[in-house]
């Protein structure tokens, strides 16, 4: 009987994932019995790999020796390990970067000032550090390993994350240009359209274990910079059909909501939406324990859709998602039309339009620009708030039609200031009014989210890691770029003042622990950043690229100290 009832709640797509990713998931779980939960990193036992084949694996495992109370001791589980299972680092090996030179020729000219030249190529050096290749190993016996078999050399983000990320590597790349390491680059780039050309997206990442969600879409952006320094009409070429590909995919489906504004018009934007309703197999142990408060298995498979959907935004966990700050269990991403995804899919059309434009695609300029203008528009009906001077994430109501069209109310917009909310400035045409742009500037001038070292992710302090008091790397980056491309003064000014006080806590976190950091303290200079489900992590791929697109930028007079 439950079980017809628990199918019968089930609702929206799911993608299965993979046998072996089922089988690491129960070590995983005996693992957490048998070794505790102090300093317990469930991501450890899933990025393990086989040395036989699953079925002898899994029997070995079943045969295991348990207590009267159905327990498995540490020894026996050490020899198991010890003997079938690989650790993560075995499938993943070193691999200079063809590109790497130590200080490249006419690298960072304007940075003037000898102590950060010193730490700008020291943080240069790391890309050495964080190369890595996907083992032989892998590419003969994909169905023992959960890491994909990418053919590029490819950069980690650095600690407990030894594969490759989709939105990390926008960042990644930036940093890379400003090393002038423009093959590497672009292997990345070819990494990423193959996930496209296997599963129809680019995965959250590269184990078997994402292939149900993604992360924000930012391949275009990155093709598009990589054209930029090198001319390279070859690797456009190759690379648009997958973009076209991908588009389809976040704009089409269970991604796509129809949404009418207060004039009658409907208009079309997109959501977050995982394709699963279990606990992420990365973190299984910690989502089971997040969601055995709720009291069924309906509620708990949609807290697991809605948390997997929140990692899919890349703002994994943050107040931003939830009806309750306070309350994990009230997470509710695909209930939001982001302003985010919103702002890199107009983005991706506009790059998309660009790119087709330089290989004489005209009818795809077309279509695009065109959708970009809609885009615009639904952005602009839809989740502008002219009193604020900032966008908004819409909070989705029940539809009252049979068509699931959405009626637009100003109450479902999330009055809330978040950083996500100054993305658009990211795109050309929604920085490209300065009256606009000028009250975007005083609305973020006034948020409360610019602290003394940089931009505040919101406002709450829960606990989550994106939420107060961290700051990001990559809505850094993002907003002081899109300040400082903007045509005012006033937006330029306060981009370098943002680029400084970032740099300089980047600067003085690595001086006091030798590390960059995947996340900071914005209210002080020279802390970094703490919260979520994992310990604090360092390397790191994308505080390196932003450090080095910075200070490509905006360089670093002589006479200006970079200290605290």
């Known amino acids: ?162 594969e490759v990320y ?58 598009v910079e990589i054209y930029k320094r090198t001319g390279d009409l070859d690797f456009v070429t190759r690379s648009l059909p997958s973009l076209l590909k991908e588009y389809h995919f ?114 795809t300029v077309t279509h695009y620009t065109e959708a970009s203008q809609n885009r615009q528009k639904a952005m602009n009906s839809i989740l502008w708030n002219a009193e604020m001077g900032q966008w908004l994430d819409y909070w989705l109501g029940n539809s009252n039609t049979a068509e699931d069209i959405y009626k637009w109310d100003d109450l479902h917009q999330n009055k809330k200031s978040f950083a996500s909310n100054f993305v658009p400035l990211w795109t050309e045409t929604l920085r490209s009014d300065n009256i606009t742009t000028q009250k975007v500037v005083q609305s973020l001038r006034s948020s409360g989210l610019l602290q003394p070292a940089g931009i505040a992710m919101t406002l709450s302090k829960t606990g989550q890691q994106w939420d107060f008091p961290n700051g990001w790397p990559p809505l850094q980056h993002i907003i002081i770029e899109g300040l400082s491309r903007s045509g005012l003064e006033e937006a330029k000014a306060l981009a370098e003042d943002i680029a400084v006080r970032w740099l300089k806590t980047n600067c003085v976190t690595y001086k006091k622990t030798g590390s960059m950091h995947e996340k900071y303290d914005v209210t002080e200079c020279g802390a970094y950043g703490g919260g979520g489900e994992y310990k604090p992590q360092t390397g790191f791929g994308w505080s390196n690229g932003v450090v080095l697109a910075l200070l490509e930028e905006f360089g670093w007079p002589e006479d200006l100290k970079i200290d605290c």
Not at 50 to 71: H, M, W, Y
Not at 184 to 213: C, E, H, M, P, W
Not at 315 to 334: A, C, V
């Open 1 to 162: 009987m439950n079980m017809i009832k628990a199918e019968s709640c089930a609702k929206g797509p799911v993608i299965p994932t993979a046998p072996l990713v089922v089988f690491l998931e129960k070590v995983q779980e005996t693992a957490l019995q048998v070794y505790g939960h102090k300093g317990f990193d469930p991501k450890l036992f899933v990025d393990m790999s086989l040395r036989q084949n699953l079925e002898v694996t899994v029997e070995a495992f079943n045969k295991i020796p348990r207590t009267v109370n159905g327990s498995v001791l540490k020894n026996d589980l050490d020899g198991f390990i010890g003997k079938y299972l690989g650790g993560a680092d075995e499938d993943l090996v070193y691999v200079e970067p063809v590109d790497y030179v130590v200080e490249p020729e006419g690298f960072l000219p304007k940075v003037k000032n000898a102590e950060v030249r010193a730490w700008a190529l020291e943080v240069h050096s790391l890309w050495k550090n964080l190369s890595r290749k996907v083992s032989d190993h892998v590419l003969e016996k994909p169905e023992l390993y959960t890491l994909l078999p990418l053919k590029n050399p490819v950069i980690i983000p650095g600690s407990r994350f030894k």
């Open 166 to 223: 989709y939105w990390d590597s926008y960042w990644v790349i930036r940093g890379l240009l400003a090393s002038k390491m423009y093959e590497t680059a672009k292997g990345i780039v070819y990494n990423l359209i193959s996930l496209i050309d296997q599963f129809g997206y680019v995965l959250n990442g590269a184990r078997a274990y994402y292939s149900n969600r993604r992360q924000p879409p930012v391949l275009a952006a990155m093709i």
């Open 250 to 363: 976040w704009n089409s489906g269970i991604h796509k909501v129809t949404i009418q504004d207060a004039q009658g018009s409907n208009h079309s934007l997109s959501r977050y939406y995982a394709m699963w309703n279990k606990p992420r197999p990365e973190s299984s142990t910690i989502d089971s324990e997040t969601a055995s408060k709720l009291p069924n298995i309906c509620e708990k498979r949609e807290l697991y859709r809605q948390l997997a959907s929140a990692a899919e935004s890349g703002w994994d966990f943050s107040s931003r998602w939830m009806r309750n700050k306070s309350d994990l269990t009230t997470t509710s991403t695909t209930s939001i039309l982001p302003v985010d995804l919103n702002a890199f899919l107009l983005k991706m059309e506009l790059d998309i339009a660009f790119l087709a434009n330089l290989i004489g695609e005209s009818s």
